[in-house]
C-alpha cells in the first residue's frame, strides 16, 4: 500500500517549528485545495491520526511543484500521503501534507504501456486493464492503495508485485523539478523500493496482452481468498508486520495466541493475525501499544524479531 508515505524535502533544509506566515507563504497562488488543520484520520485507511498543519490536494503536476519550491524557500517539511498502508500518530504530522488524490489521469500508450498518475487506486487502474485485455496487476486486486504508495513500497502479494510491472517512474524532486527514471536505476526489494529522492506523481506499467477473461477469473477467485482470510470489513492499514523469511507474521502470532488481543479499540483480527482492526475509536496510542506487544510477544516465544511493514509518521 502500503500504501504508505513519501517524505519529502530534509537534507537538513527543514525545520520542526513551522509559523503560520510560513505556511501562508508555502500555499500562496495554489490552485488545489488547502486545509489548515485537516484531520488525517479522514484521509487514512485506518480512520486514526491527528492534524495536519495543512493539507494541500494539487490539481495537477505543476500545482504540486510550485507548493514545493515554496516549501523548500520556507524550509517547511512535505509529506505525501497514500493512506493505506500508513499510521498517522496522534499529534499529527508538521509541515505539509499532500495527497494525490486529484492526479487521477490514466493513458494508454503503445505496444501494454500504461501511464497512471500517483493518485490513481489501484482497483480502478485494474479495471482500466481488464478493459484492454492487459495483463500484470492481478496480484493487486483487492488492495485500496494508489499506484504511487504501491511503487514507493514496492506493494505485493503472493501472485507477484509492484517492480515486475514498472517501466519508469516520475518524481518530483526536493526542488519542485520533475524526474523520469527508468526502472533498471530504482533498487526494488521486498516492500522496499529506493527511489530518487522526492515525490512519485506517475508510474509506466508495462503491461502483456492476454484474454480478459482469464485475467478476470484471477482477479475473481484471488478477491474471494482475500474475502475469506483478511478483515475487508473493518478499518485496517493491511499487514503490519513484513513476513520473516521462510514463515508468515500471521502465523507467528497466532501460535502467540495473540489473536484478539486488544488495546482499547485497537485490535490483533480475529481472521488474520497480521492486521490490526479500528474498533471504532482507536488512537495511533492504541496502535502502537498493541504492536508493540505483538512483537514483544512473539520474540519471547520464537527469538524472532518481527519487522514492520506498516509505515508510522507524525509528530511522536
Ligand atoms: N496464517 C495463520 N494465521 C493467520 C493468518 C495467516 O496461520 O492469522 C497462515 C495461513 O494459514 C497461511 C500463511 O499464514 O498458511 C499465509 O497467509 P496468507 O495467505 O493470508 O498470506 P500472508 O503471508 O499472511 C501476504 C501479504 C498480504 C497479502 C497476502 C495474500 C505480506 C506481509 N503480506 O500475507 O499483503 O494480501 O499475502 O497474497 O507480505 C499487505 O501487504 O498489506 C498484505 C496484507
Known sequence: MRNGAQ??????????????HDLQAVVAGLRGEVRFGAPLRDYTSFRIGGPADVLVIPVDVDDLS?????AHA????VFAIGGTNLLVR??????????????????????????????????TLMRHAITRALSGLEWAAGIPGTVAGCVVMNAGTRLGEMKDAVKAVRVVDPLGRVIDCPANAIQFS??????????VVGVWLQLKPAQRE????????????????????L??????????????????????????????????????ANFVVNLGQASAGDVIALI???????????????????KIVGQP
Not at 517524505?7 to 503560520?20: D, F, I, V
Not at 520556507?74 to 517539511?77: C, L, S
Not at 521486498?190 to 515525490?199: D, E, F, H, M, S
Not at 505483538?294 to 506498516?310: A, P
Open 66 to 70: 510550485r507548493l514545493i519550491k515554496q
Open 292 to 310: 508493540k506487544k505483538v512483537g514483544r510477544t512473539v520474540e519471547q516465544q520464537t527469538g524472532i524479531t518481527l519487522e514492520l511493514e506498516l
Open 235 to 272: 478499518p485496517n492499514a493491511g499487514c503490519v508486520f513484513k513476513n520473516p523469511e521462510h514463515n508468515t507474521a500471521g502465523r507467528l502470532i497466532e501460535a502467540a495466541g495473540l489473536k484478539g488481543a486488544r488495546v482499547g479499540d485497537a485490535q490483533v483480527s480475529e481472521k488474520h
Open 190 to 199: 521486498y516492500r522496499r523500493a529506493l527511489l530518487p529522492r522526492g515525490i
Open 214 to 233: 482469464k485475467i478476470e477469473r484471477v482477479i475473481k477467485e484471488y478477491l474471494r481468498y482475500r474475502k475469506n482470510t483478511q478483515p475487508l470489513t
Open 90 to 123: 496522534d499529534q499529527g504530522i508538521r509541515g505539509v501534507v499532500v495527497s494525490l488524490s486529484r492526479l487521477k489521469a490514466i493513458k494508454d500508450e503503445s505496444d501494454g504501456v500504461i501511464y497512471a498518475e500517483g493518485g490513481v487506486v489501484m482497483p
Open 74 to 77: 520556507a524550509k517547511v517539511p
Open 7 to 20: 517524505r519529502q524535502s530534509s537534507s537538513g533544509r527543514s525545520r520542526a517549528n513551522t509559523s503560520s
